[in-house]
């Protein structure tokens, strides 16, 4: 598949976007990016512990800046948060 963007993944939390985002990544051959996932990488902290400890603002302001970076890329298969 000739891809140039992103294909991107959203809804409600627990609707399945990361189980087929990572499904349909592997069916076309593409990277697959959870951004919930990217975010407990780089801060060692689960999403509720993140919440706990820092804070939503301190949360939602890490999820924007992760999210718009992701977005810049191509050819990636993309679950943004719910």
């Known amino acids: 598949m000739n891809l140039n ?3 991107v993944f959203l809804g409600m939390m627990g ?3 990361s189980s087929i985002g990572n499904l349909v990544s592997r069916k076309l051959d593409l990277p697959f990016v959870d951004i919930d996932s990217v ?7 689960s999403i509720s512990e993140i919440f ?14 992760i999210t718009l ?4 890329k191509i050819k990636n298969v993309i679950s943004l948060g719910g």
Do not use: A, Q
């Not at 975010?39 to 902290?45: L, Q």
């Not at 706990?52 to 800046?65: A, P, T």
């Not at 970076?69 to 810049?72: A, F, G, I, P, Y």
């Open 5 to 7: 963007k992103n294909l």
């Open 15 to 17: 609707s399945g976007k």
């Open 39 to 45: 975010i407990e990488e780089n801060t060692g902290m």
């Open 52 to 65: 706990v400890k820092k804070g939503e603002d301190y949360f939602r302001n890490l999820e924007e800046k």
């Open 69 to 72: 970076k992701n977005l810049r």
